[in-house]
């Protein structure tokens, strides 16, 4: 069945229906990674989104058991430019199209994934709308112009765990082995903004006991917990549209040692008064070089970003201590007296290289020293 991906300028690009017939609008964006299809599919920071993938063929291995990234397929829609219809590896336990159609999921095959990559680049993001039942092209751009802006919507409420839960499945078996931990285990809560499952295994397997708390948690309910350190996950949305966790984040912030990726790296540092802005067509994909700027070396990192951190804005208590190779943006910070730091990337990388994993070690010693990041790294 013929389907189009109408954009909100007017362009429209035709291809076939893949998954669910229908028709879904969102925010496109695209991603650049070669493998990783899976994790893609349920990444919560995809929420509200339509994913155009720049790799040429999706789907050749399957469906599998182990790759979620959470409960369920996250992101709105999907754009690819061939789906194969058979699928092919030991550990698949169905087809990207049926599995697709199961979960309602409206998805896009054939078209010209190059072309609307590079019309995206051009252009910025654009809201769309994929259809395999509209009446006409312009009925389609119609919907993608009606669809609300990202920057409008609570989608960290969507993905966020509806109550607290003890997290405790480190990688063994799924990834390899566990990794041996020396000295006790440190207990700490990670604020679910759309946590990654491999974000918390990767915790585990650091030495920490895990307990996942909702994002609208309040700090003093944190805290009475007792942690020894509060972790801030990924997730969607506009960060600066997140007052009342900014503020939560701002609570904790010296009073117990605090880690961010993602959308917590920027909650983190509006909470202490920086700003936000929103990146032309944002950083999607599995190659993405940073560098760290104590020491000089670069490490291949996973990126899913539509928002960065306005260098100019960061206060004097923050030290810049991670910058991508693409463009110049903030991609780590740390505190120069708050046991404090962040980073932009997902160190867990999945999908993704593994150069970053130790930053979660480097949380356990911070929390084991009682020291800030910066003073330690920065002397």
Partial sequence: ????????????????????????????????????YQEILTDPSYRGQIVVLTVAHVGNTGINLEDPESGGIQ?????VRDAPETSSSWRARGDLGQHLRVNGIVGIAGLDTRALTRHLRTGGVLRGC??????????????????????????????TCPRSYAFREGRSGLLGPARET????????????GAKRNILRLLVDAGFDVTVAPARTSAADILALRPEGVFLSNGPG???????????????????????????????ALAL?????K?????????????????????ITSQNHGYAVA????????????RSLYDGTVEGLAHREASLFTVQFHPEGAPGPHDSWELFDRFRAMIASGAPLARLAHG
């Fill in 311 to 322: 260098e100019d804005s960061l206060p004097e208590s923050l030290v810049v201590t991670h």
């Fill in 273 to 277: 008064g920086a700003r936000t802005f």
């Fill in 130 to 159: 994929i259809s395999s039942v509209a009446r006409s092209a312009e009925v389609a751009v119609e919907q993608a112009r009606r669809t609300p802006q990202l920057e409008t919507q609570d989608l960290v409420g969507e993905v």
């Fill in 182 to 193: 020396t000295g006790r285990r440190r207990r700490i809560v990670a604020i679910d903004y």
């Fill in 238 to 268: 506009d960060p600066a549209s997140y007052g009342a966790l900014i503020q939560t984040v701002g609570a904790l912030i010296g009073k117990t040692p605090v880690c961010g990726i993602c959308l917590g790296h920027q909650m983190a």
């Fill in 75 to 79: 992101l709105r829609g999907l754009a």
């Fill in 279 to 299: 990146l032309k067509f944002g950083h999607r994909g599995t190659n993405h070089p940073v560098r760290e700027e104590r020491t000089g070396q670069v490490a």
């Fill in 1 to 36: 069945m013929e389907a189009i991906l109408a954009l909100e300028d007017g362009r429209v690009f035709q291809g076939h229906a893949l998954g669910a017939f229908g028709e879904v609008s969102g925010e496109v964006v695209f991603n650049t990674g070669l493998t990783g």
